[in-house]
Each structure stands twice: as C-alpha cells, then as structure tokens.
C-alpha cells in the first residue's frame, strides 16, 4: 500500500524476497505498481504488485458467493475497511475481521448511493442483471477511482454491447 505495508500470501524465500523488493520499491514514494521477479532462475516467477490506495481507503464489495468468500479472506488481513453487500441473508459471511462490515440489502444497486467518495469497488454477484445495475450506478459516479467486475469474455463482451446500445 502507499503507507509502506506489503504482504505476501507466499510462505517461502521467493515470497519474502518478492515482498522485501516491492518494499523497497514502494519506499521511495514513486512506484504504484510493479513486477518482481520472485527467482533469477525462472522467467516465469514474476509477483505484480498494485498500490491500491492510501492506508484506511474503503473497498466495498458487491456479493457474497464463494468467489467473494475467499476475496474477503485476504481483503481481512489488509489495512482497509471492507464492507461486502449482498441480498442473500445467508451468503453474508460470519467471523471475519473486524475491518469487515457485512451488509444485507434487498436491492444492492441502491447502496452505491451510500458507497463513500474514494472507495474501491468491486462487483461479482450471482447475476449479470444486478452485476449491470451496480455497475452503472458506480460508473455513473465521478469520485470513485476503481471499479472492478469479475466475468468471462462473453460477460465483457455482453456488458460492453448492453452500454453501447445504452450509450452509457
């Protein structure tokens, strides 16, 4: 993150390595984002590394399937308050930590209205119809600097025809 900290999910040298250089990166105040190569040995161990905001941002995650389950096990161990929404009472997921707040809303796209000015934003609920709502109340905002959906390329390519013909 831009305040300094840098966490790895590996358990191992490279993944130590890897971290002790995006520290090193990040240090200088400059790098946003950048490739560390985790071995000399192999071209292929490369770790990209992405500052996603200054230490306190808010990333508001929009489901709660099994995809957002395991997003949420990392986003708990980083220096960010997280609140995930969903409109399945019994998807909102329990014990997580406390920089989690979890959110049940009988109409998600309504509570873009409350997402704070700076959030990061992530969409990936069970339908591509509220998954088009969410994110077109997002992107219709201007103060927000990331919004992010997961899909396949036939999702891309529905969504990208779906706000042609929308002019959105």
Not at 16 to 25: F, W
Not at 62 to 69: D, I
Not at 100 to 107: G, H, K, P, Q
Not at 110 to 118: I, N, S
Request: hydrophobic letters at 40%.
């Amino acid at each position: 993150t831009s305040s300094g900290v840098v966490g790895s999910p590996l358990a191992d040298e490279a993944g130590d390595a890897a971290t002790s250089h995006a520290q090193a990166l990040l240090a200088d105040g400059d790098a946003t984002s950048g490739l560390v190569q985790m071995s000399p040995e192999s071209e292929n161990s490369m770790v990209l590394f992405d500052v996603l905001g200054a230490r306190g941002s808010q990333i508001v995650l929009f489901g709660a399937g099994h995809v957002g389950h395991a997003l949420l096990a990392v986003l708990g161990t980083l220096p960010y308050g997280v609140t995930v929404i969903d409109d399945r009472a019994d998807r909102l997921p329990a014990g997580f930590p406390d920089n989690v707040d979890v959110r049940f809303s009988r109409a998600p796209e309504l509570e873009v209205a409350h997402v704070p000015p700076g959030s990061l934003c992530l969409v990936m609920t069970y339908s591509h119809a509220l998954d088009r709502k969410i994110c077109g109340a997002l992107l219709a905002r201007d103060d927000l600097p990331y919004v992010g959906l997961i899909g396949s390329a036939s999702k891309r390519r529905s969504f990208e025809n779906y706000w042609r013909k929308n002019d959105m």
